[in-house]
């Protein structure tokens, strides 16, 4: 097909241009579910955000329960080893106890067609009184329906233990249960 030009313009360069923008674009959106899913505990719509042969490796976290720090192999096996456990074990909504709560920022894109190479920078809360800092390093695929992680690592470069004392709020599934209007 002949190169397309109005004016000065090259369609097939705004094509490409506007491809990008929407694949970083699909890029975050998996990011920000993937916090958003572990925040709430919806195991199956987390689960969706891997590829079915990702890898998760953990570095940093057996400060929060002995046994995490190694590699997660396979979307099932990550929900179940990884993330039930860690989460679950952690979160009592009656007595105000949250799991997790991400605050995730400074993510970095590098796009490489069908994958995409990305860092952001972590600040989370965990079971009311333990701060984690870290960051996350994926490595992101393209497939049919969506973006997903084909590996992650998560390193928690800083974490200390907080003296958290009349501890109260509501947990992310209250919030999100909540209509949107007024």
Known sequence: MDKVEIGNVDLDDVLA??????????????????????????????GDVFCE?????????NYLFDGADRAYRGRENILRELY???IEGAD???????????????MQIDLKGDEAETLAYFFEIAANDKILIGTYQHRMRREADRWRFAFLRITVRYHATIDAKDIG???LQSVMAKPYKA
Do not use: M
């Open 17 to 46: 241009r506007l491809q990008r923008l929407e694949d970083l674009e699909a890029v975050r959106h998996t990011w920000r579910d993937y916090c958003i899913r572990l925040d709430t505990a919806d195991w199956e719509a987390l």
């Open 53 to 61: 042969d990702a890898v998760v490796d953990i570095a940093g976290l």
């Open 84 to 86: 039930k456990p860690a």
């Open 92 to 106: 009592d909504v009656t007595a105000n106890l949250f799991a997790t709560g991400h605050i995730s920022t400074n």
């Open 169 to 171: 709020g509501l947990s």
